[in-house]
Nanobody, 125 residues
Framework: QVQLVESGGGLVQAGGSLRLSCAAS????????MGWFRQAPGKEREFVAA????????YYSDSVKGRFTISRENAKNTAYLQMNSLKPEDTAVYSC??????????????????WGQGTQVTVSS
């Protein structure tokens, strides 16, 4: 069992930055790949970024590539999402998730076993 808790969300002006954190419980964190998803009001949840369990591979959606960076510190059981050059369309609830799958794309909701509650990110224009 893994419990995930996100933090770092808030209100920021367009062009600003935020760093989200995802703290995980348990000793198994280094064996999980981690992902970030977001859901805006009235829209479906969408993939944002993912990182492999050994941090040797990262994936991004086209809408955030070049602006967001996913990373992890296994010694701290924490994954991060650095978000730069934020746009109003980035406004959403951001959730982190953990995947035990070894050959998944990490872009699908079904690839993940555990989810956090989410943290609100609001970007004003």
């Amino acid at each position: 069992q893994v419990q995930l808790v996100e933090s770092g969300g808030g209100l920021v002006q367009a062009g600003g930055s935020l760093r989200l954190s995802c703290a995980a419980s348990g000793r198994a964190f280094p064996t999980y790949s981690m992902g970030w998803f977001r859901q805006a009001p009235g829209k479906e949840r969408e993939f944002v970024a993912a990182i492999g369990w050994s941090a040797d591979r990262t994936y991004y959606s086209d809408s955030v590539k070049g602006r967001f960076t996913i990373s992890r510190e296994n010694a701290k059981n924490t994954a991060y999402l650095q978000m730069n050059s934020l746009k109003p369309e980035d406004t959403a609830v951001y959730s982190c998730a953990a995947s035990s799958a070894r050959f998944a794309t990490l872009r699908l909701h079904s690839d993940y076993d555990y989810w956090g509650q989410g943290t609100q990110v609001t970007v004003s224009s």
